[in-house]
C-alpha cells in the first residue's frame, strides 16, 4: 500500500514524524493532497499540556477515533480523490477545510448552528489531520478557494474564520472602538477582521514588543504592553473618557479579563474568544450595574465564504502573519518549540511538499 508523512501526537511533547498508508475516501469523504498547514494554538496546547480536545481514554463518538492522532486542521490543499456519492467536488479542485464535525442528530445542526451541537470535535483532534501528505475529510468541511488565492493564503482561512465570526458575534458597527487583549494569530486577525469591519480605533494588547509591532504593522491604531500601570485608564483616554465599544479576549487570563472589562464602555460587549485555561473571577454586580454584556464563542459558523472573499480580495491580508514556513520533517523543533520559547513567531506554516 502506498505510504506518506503524517505529524503523529503521541503524548504530551511527543510528536513523531512517521511514515504510514496514505487513507482512501469512504462514501461522502474526499481525499486532499495538502500543500501549506498551519500551527494553531489548540495544537500548540495538546503539544504542551495534551490529551486536551484529542480523545484519548474513549473514543469519540461521531466516528470512533482514538489515542495517535495526525494533527493539523488550519490546512490548503487540492481534491486527489473523492468518495462515492460526492457530486460537488471533483479531483484538482483548490480547496480549504472547515474542520468541524456535525452531528446531525443534534437539533443545533438542524437550526444551523452546528458549532454548538454535542460532541463538538474537529480534524486534526478528533480525527486525523492536515500535517500530512493526504487528509480524507467529510465532503461538507470542505469549501473551493479560487484560482486568485494563494495555498498560503488559504491555509489562513481557518483561524481567520474565527476572529471574523468573533467580530461578527460581538455586533461592532461602523466607526466605534475595539480592544483586543493578545497579539497571537488569533487576536491579530481580530485586529484585521476589526479594521474590515469598519472600526476607528483598533487597540491591541499584549506582553512580547516583537508582537505588539507586528499589530502596528498590520494596522493597530495603538499597541499598549500588557504589563503597563493604569491600563483601562489610557485605553479610556483614547475613546472620550467612555471606554472601547468592544473587548475581544484573545489571551484569556485572569489580568486580560480584569483589563479588558474595566476598559469596556458602559453598555459594551466583551467577547471571550481564547480557550480560558483556568476559570477567572468575575464581578457580576459590576456587569449589571454598567449593562456589559459578556459573549462566548466557539469557533464560528456559516462563515467560510465570506473569510475566503475577504482574503481574496486584500481586506485582511493575512499572510502579514506568517513569520516561517518549514518543511513537515522541522515541525517539531521549528515549528512547535519556536512557538513555545520564541515571541516573535507569530504564525508558522508548514510547505507540506518541502
Not at 65 to 79: P, R
Not at 127 to 153: C, L
Not at 168 to 179: A, D, N, P, R
Not at 302 to 325: A, C, H, W, Y
Amino acid at each position: 500500500m502506498a505510504t506518506m508523512k503524517a505529524a503523529r501526537w503521541y503524548a504530551a511533547k511527543d510528536i513523531r514524524v512517521e511514515t504510514i498508508d496514505i487513507p482512501t475516501p469512504a462514501k461522502g469523504q474526499v481525499k486532499i493532497a495538502v500543500q501549506y498547514a498551519g500551527i494553531c494554538g489548540s495544537d500548540l496546547h495538546e503539544y504542551v499540556h495534551g490529551p486536551q480536545l484529542i480523545p484519548f481514554d474513549k473514543p469519540y463518538p461521531l466516528n470512533g477515533h482514538q489515542g495517535v492522532t495526525t494533527l493539523g486542521h488550519e490546512f490548503s490543499g487540492i481534491i486527489e480523490e473523492v468518495g462515492q456519492g460526492v457530486t460537488n467536488l471533483k479531483k484538482g479542485d483548490r480547496v480549504v477545510v472547515e474542520p468541524i464535525y456535525k452531528n446531525f442528530d443534534s437539533p443545533f445542526v438542524a437550526s444551523g448552528e452546528y458549532n454548538l451541537g454535542e460532541h463538538l470535535g474537529f480534524i486534526g483532534l478528533a480525527g486525523n489531520g492536515g500535517f500530512a501528505n493526504y487528509v480524507v475529510v467529510e465532503d461538507y468541511m470542505v469549501h473551493k478557494i479560487p484560482d486568485t488565492m494563494s495555498f498560503e493564503q488559504g491555509a489562513l482561512v481557518e483561524p481567520a474564520a474565527v476572529a471574523v465570526y468573533a467580530v461578527l458575534q460581538s455586533g461592532l458597527k461602523v466607526g466605534q472602538t475595539v480592544l483586543i487583549s493578545g497579539a497571537g494569530p488569533i487576536g491579530l486577525l481580530c485586529a484585521q477582521a476589526a479594521l474590515a469591519a469598519g472600526a476607528s480605533t483598533v487597540i491591541v494588547t499584549d506582553v512580547a514588543q516583537k508582537r505588539l509591532e507586528k499589530a502596528k504593522e498590520i494596522g493597530a491604531t495603538h499597541v499598549f504592553n500588557a504589563t503597563e500601570d493604569n491600563l483601562p485608564a489610557k485605553i479610556k483616554e483614547l475613546t472620550a473618557g467612555l471606554g472601547v465599544n468592544v473587548f475581544l479576549d484573545c489571551a484569556g487570563v485572569q489580568a486580560s479579563y480584569n483589563t479588558g472589562i474595566a476598559s469596556t464602555r458602559n453598555g459594551g460587549t466583551a467577547v471571550l474568544v481564547a480557550l480560558f485555561g483556568k476559570p477567572v473571577q468575575h464581578n457580576a454586580l459590576d456587569q449589571v450595574l454598567r449593562e456589559v454584556t459578556v459573549k462566548g464563542v466557539i469557533a464560528y459558523r456559516n462563515i467560510f465564504p465570506e473569510v475566503i472573499n475577504l482574503i481574496d480580495s486584500g481586506r485582511m491580508q493575512v499572510e502579514k502573519l506568517v513569520t516561517n514556513k518549514i518543511a513537515l520533517d522541522q515541525i517539531v523543533d521549528q515549528g512547535f518549540e519556536a512557538l513555545v520559547s520564541n515571541p516573535e513567531q507569530v504564525k508558522i506554516l508548514i510547505d507540506i511538499n518541502r
